[in-house]
């Protein structure tokens, strides 16, 4: 019982894709080193983020595993499409962190946020969520609070966090050499 979370589908071999395919048609799998195989009662989600199709007429993606996982679809548009949604995301994940490290910071006010806002998200929520730690990282260690984190940081470039361990360090250090 429960739902299997199969996510970038596209990235399976054709090896593995025709053993998930077994899997999802006769609802059976073989353990590692058994003997026997085991009835599975699971609801399979797939998640793309290419176009599986294309993939098919390349010869990359199986047609049958395809059909079999396409019982419904669900488009979720790009990041840099529902840019409604990052603020709340944002707040999100700061909650998230402050859970995790113990700590107490308050998402950033919509002036603040402008440098998430007109990012493109290329990597979509993940690098939203890596990029949030980081900031939230470098404040913690600094002692200062996501909105001096977010200022901080260098100037938008090729990518939004194209320098950002280089920073990163720097602030480390800083903060070392004003601790001692």
């Not at 699971?42 to 983020?49: C, F, H, K, L, P």
């Not at 998430?116 to 200062?144: Q, S």
Request: a positive charge.
């Amino acid at each position: 019982g429960g739902t299997l979370f199969l996510g970038e589908i596209e990235d399976l071999s054709l090896a593995l894709q025709a053993k998930l395919l077994r899997v999802v048609q006769d609802r059976e799998v073989r353990p590692l080193g058994g003997t026997s195989a085991r009835r599975v009662d699971v609801r399979i989600v797939a998640a793309s983020n290419r176009d599986l199709w294309g993939m098919i007429e390349a010869g990359r993606f199986r047609s049958d595993l395809y059909y079999r996982l396409r019982v419904l679809t669900i488009r979720l548009p790009p990041l840099r499409e529902r840019r409604e949604d990052l603020t709340p995301l944002v707040a999100h994940f700061v909650a998230r962190f402050n859970q995790r490290h113990r700590t107490s910071f308050v998402p950033p006010g919509p002036q603040t946020c402008r440098p998430l806002l007109e990012h493109a998200w290329p990597g979509n929520v993940r690098e939203l969520e890596n990029a949030l730690e980081a900031l939230l990282t470098l404040a913690h260690a600094t002692g200062t609070d996501l909105a001096e984190a977010l200022r901080r940081r260098p100037p938008t470039g090729a990518s939004f966090w194209a320098d950002e361990r280089t920073r990163l360090l720097r602030e480390l250090v800083e903060a070392m050499r004003a601790a001692a």
